[in-house]
């Protein structure tokens, strides 16, 4: 009995040197280990000398907030990432262009500055009729052509005015300003020599989209005040059989 007693008092002794030795009995105070942590504990690690030490576990690797996560699939909100429907309509108007057929004047008059007069005023109202209007010599006044009866929708929007003049000459004739009741002059020169019977020769002055140099609204254009006004130079005798009108718009959808 005493030397079991003897021996137990050996092992006894042998292990809490061990315990000592190791450091067994503090893993459960091990100051990298806190209560309920995932992480790892300590691990013993033994030296070339025989000395164990506890070297503390790496620490873990930082939260990036599931940055890696390459695969992860965005969430689809169902939302229209368009641009917003204000259901504003921002397409300009339609106005298809047209045009009105060529028109002829109802009323001649001679502005009585100046001489000699035109003669035979009215035979410039129609083409291919019978008679005409002559300029008897030089530098005549004014010959003014009026009412048109356009008869334009009230929402027309003008785009262009033509004048087509049907003239010729006896010796030297020139325009000296041909113009509408408002708006710049236009000049096309000398007119064509010919016999004053004809044939009359066509100019065209301005365009479907020249409004020469002005605005015009239907109303201008329906008054019995719009007029085109020709003024000549030269001593030749000019004759006129014809001053039509072409008015070019649109009427906004």
Not at 5 to 19: I, M, V
Not at 93 to 122: F, I, K
């Amino acid at each position: 009995m005493l030397r079991r007693a003897a021996q137990l008092a050996a092992l006894t002794t042998t292990f809490a040197a061990c315990n000592a030795l190791t450091g067994v009995g503090d893993l459960a105070e091990d100051p990298f280990t806190e209560a309920g942590s995932d992480a790892p504990a300590p691990v013993p690690t033994t030296t070339a000398t025989g000395t164990t030490t506890t070297e503390p576990p790496p620490p873990p690797p930082p939260d990036d907030g599931g940055s890696d996560a390459v695969a992860d699939v965005v969430a689809d909100t169902g939302a229209d990432t368009g641009p917003a429907d204000t259901g504003a309509d921002t397409q300009a108007p339609v106005c298809t262009p047209t045009a009105t057929p060529v028109r002829y004047p109802l009323q001649t008059a001679s502005d009585e500055v100046g001489s000699p007069s035109w003669s035979e005023r009215n035979g410039a109202r129609a083409p291919n009729d019978d008679t005409r209007a002559h300029t008897n010599g030089d530098n005549p006044n004014t010959l003014s052509l009026r009412v048109y009866g356009f008869g334009l929708p009230a929402n027309a929007r003008i785009l262009g005015l033509v004048v087509e003049i049907h003239r010729t000459t006896d010796g030297p004739t020139s325009d000296s300003a041909v113009t509408l009741s408002k708006g710049t002059a236009k000049n096309n020169g000398p007119w064509p020599e010919g016999p004053h019977d004809g044939p009359y020769i066509k100019t065209t002055y301005g365009s479907a989209t020249d409004l020469w140099g002005t605005t015009w609204s239907a109303d201008d254009l329906n008054s019995a005040s719009f007029s085109v006004n020709l003024k000549t130079t030269g001593d030749g005798d000019g004759h006129v059989d014809a001053v039509g009108v072409i008015v070019h718009y649109c009427l906004p959808q």
